[in-house]
């Protein structure tokens, strides 16, 4: 019994811990607005860099930055009026020394 509580606090603690991870932004972007996506960046080194695009268009990215930074500012460009209406997904790709070192992603709503 005392193993079972065990286990079931340490998955609370895992599910937890996950639900306080992502990338930060607004649920809506209006094409042409100024919008900012935001990550935990006491996660990151000056060794890491971000570079953040729409999954279902990777033709373009939204920006990189340096991932200490914890934020990158954009204008939501005009590639994305073809998603007016629907929810697209944003991916952020952590780099730590060139190497893949993290994946966040979040869904946001586009309009016109």
């Not at 930060?24 to 060794?47: C, E, F, M, P």
């Amino acid at each position: 019994m005392k193993l079972l509580l065990v286990f079931f606090a340490v998955i609370q603690l895992c599910l937890s811990s996950v639900a306080e991870a992502g990338l930060i932004l607004h649920d809506q972007w209006k094409v042409g607005g100024s919008h900012s996506i935001s990550w935990n960046r006491s996660d990151y080194t000056q060794a890491d860099t971000v570079s953040i695009f729409v999954e279902e268009d990777r033709s373009f990215s939204l920006g990189h930055a340096q991932a200490l930074d914890g934020k990158l500012n954009f204008i939501v460009p005009k590639e994305l009026a073809k998603f007016s209406g629907q929810e697209i997904h944003i991916t952020a790709v952590f780099r730590r020394n060139f190497h893949l070192f993290n994946v966040e992603s979040a869904s946001v709503r586009v309009s016109s």
